[in-house]
């Protein structure tokens, strides 16, 4: 059984920042991609970042230059740092994870979501 768990957000001010944080848990063998996504009223889920298995990097271009994702692989664990807030940032996160599993079988999974709100 895997399990992915976000923490990190909550109210920030325009102009701040926040750091959410993804842990994966449970039978991996490995993670082959790892991403953020969010949600806002009334959208689709949309991605913001994320990273693949080979290292490549990307971002949606509303958050390119302000929001950083990175990851501990011994952790198993990725982050995303979100700098210089706005107000249209607002949003339920997500991650999300392909993850291999020890039967040789991939499979994708997401978090619970945490809310982001930006706000004065």
């Known amino acids: 059984q895997v399990q992915l768990v976000e923490s990190g957000g909550g109210l920030v001010q325009p102009g701040g920042s926040l750091r959410l944080s993804c842990v994966a848990s449970?039978?991996?063998?490995?993670?082959?991609?790892m991403g953020w996504y969010r949600q806002a009223p009334g959208k689709q889920r949309q991605l913001v970042a994320a990273?693949?298995?080979?290292?490549?990097?990307n971002y949606a271009d509303s958050v390119k230059g302000r929001f950083t994702i990175s990851r501990d692989n011994a952790k198993n664990t990725w982050y995303l740092q979100m700098n210089s807030l706005k107000s249209e940032d607002t949003a339920v996160y997500y991650c999300?994870?392909?993850?291999?599993?020890?039967?040789?079988?991939?499979?994708?999974?997401w978090g619970q979501g945490t809310q982001v709100t930006v706000s004065s």
């Open positions: 999300n994870a392909l993850i291999l599993l020890p039967t040789g079988i991939s499979s994708n999974y």
């Open positions: 990273i693949t298995g080979g290292g490549r990097l």
């Open positions: 449970g039978s991996i063998s490995s993670i082959k991609y």
